[in-house]
């Protein structure tokens, strides 16, 4: 595993573990530049791929020049402005961007080809958010979740794996001001949730696809910046 931070003041680094399933990890290692959050994924190929906004609301992207390897391209620029991004990957292998802009529009664009360094056009979602989140269910099709101004819950899901056509926005209840998503070993999608008090929410689906409905919300201990 790799691990991906920004500090307060916006200095990105990184670590990773010294060996597989390992509880030994490697010291902090810095990145260039200065960002105000980032997202990562792994190629089709294994290398892994960093993604990250300025305060500027510039979107960045660098990526290992091999799989493990500790040398990174440089940063490279994405066109457009945004807030908040997340990014998780087709079964075909192609990385897909899903962000939010500073008025709440939600795009997404994704890779051209698997490992490619070619991007197609952003194509904008209807609906308006805040923060979002991006997950691959069991059956392979990508799961989106946003917040909205409100603290309104939504997903939507690929139609079919590696589709462009999705579903509508479907409401989840909860009020929530931050998501993140991943998917466990049997496919299910797990979310996770601040609410406004910093409090935090755990809840998975019930099967292995979008429209499998979702089990109820678990309060973790602690509270979070919401």
């Known amino acids: 595993m790799d691990l991906f931070g920004v500090n307060a003041a916006g200095q990105v680094f990184h670590r990773w573990q010294a060996s597989a399933n390992s509880v030994t990890w490697s010291a902090w290692s810095g990145f260039d530049g200065s960002l105000q959050s980032v997202a990562a994924e792994a190629n089709a190929d294994g290398r892994l791929e960093l993604f990250g906004v300025n305060a500027a609301g ?16 440089g940063w490279v620029s994405f066109d457009g402005v945004v807030s908040s991004i997340a990014v998780a990957r087709n079964t075909d292998g192609r990385l897909q961007i899903f962000a939010t ?25 209807d609906g308006i958010a805040r923060s979002v989140a991006a997950a691959r269910h069991g059956s392979g099709q990508l799961e989106l979740f946003v917040t909205n101004p409100a603290g309104q819950l939504f997903h939507r ?10 579903s509508s926005w479907t409401q989840i209840d909860g ?36 429209n499998s409905g979702f089990a109820g919300w678990v309060k973790f201990d602690g509270q979070l910046r919401p």
């Open 58 to 73: 510039q979107l960045f992207h660098r990526w290992q020049t091999s799989p493990g390897n500790g040398t990174w391209s």
């Open 101 to 125: 802009t500073p008025s709440g529009q939600v795009f997404h664009r994704s890779q051209s080809s698997p490992n490619s360094a070619t991007w197609s056009s952003w194509v904008q979602f």
């Open 157 to 166: 899901w690929q139609a079919s794996p590696n589709s462009g056509a999705w």
């Open 175 to 210: 009020a929530l001001t931050q998501v993140a998503a991943e998917t466990n070993a049997d496919g299910r999608v797990e979310l996770f949730g601040v609410n406004a008090a910093g409090e935090v929410f755990s809840r998975r689906h019930l099967g292995a696809f979008g």
